[in-house]
């Protein structure tokens, strides 16, 4: 059973950074996919940034330049560097891991960015 545990959100004003953690369990840490997620209040599920694979990444548009996905193999995390966050970055965001059968979301991090 794959376990994912986010972590890393509060409260940050506008132009401040965040740094989210994303440990799995349960699995080796070879994932079809890996990625971050965001939900919004009152609005879908939308993709973040994903790993496909080892390396190769796939960002929103709108995020790139300012969120930056990465992985530590040896310590089962994936991380979200977060800079420049602006209110409407305000959600909360997901892990989520893909192999085979296994499709697999972390509870949730809240990020508040005050207007």
């Known amino acids: 059973q794959v376990h994912i545990v986010e972590s890393g959100g509060g409260l940050v004003h506008p132009g401040g950074s965040l740094r989210l953690s994303c440990v799995v369990s349960g699995s080796p840490f070879n994932f079809a996919t890996m990625g971050w997620y965001r939900q919004a209040p009152g609005k879908e599920r939308e993709l973040v940034a994903v790993?496909?694979?080892?390396?190769?990444?796939n960002y929103a548009d709108s995020l790139k330049g300012r969120f930056t996905i990465s992985r530590d193999d040896a310590k089962n995390t994936m991380y979200l560097q977060m800079n420049s966050l602006k209110p409407e970055d305000t959600a909360v965001y997901f892990c989520?891991?893909?192999?085979?059968?296994?499709?697999?979301w972390g509870q949730g991090t809240q990020v508040t960015v005050p207007s």
């Open positions: 790993f496909f694979g080892d390396s190769m990444i």
């Open positions: 989520n891991v893909v192999k085979f059968a296994i499709n697999a």
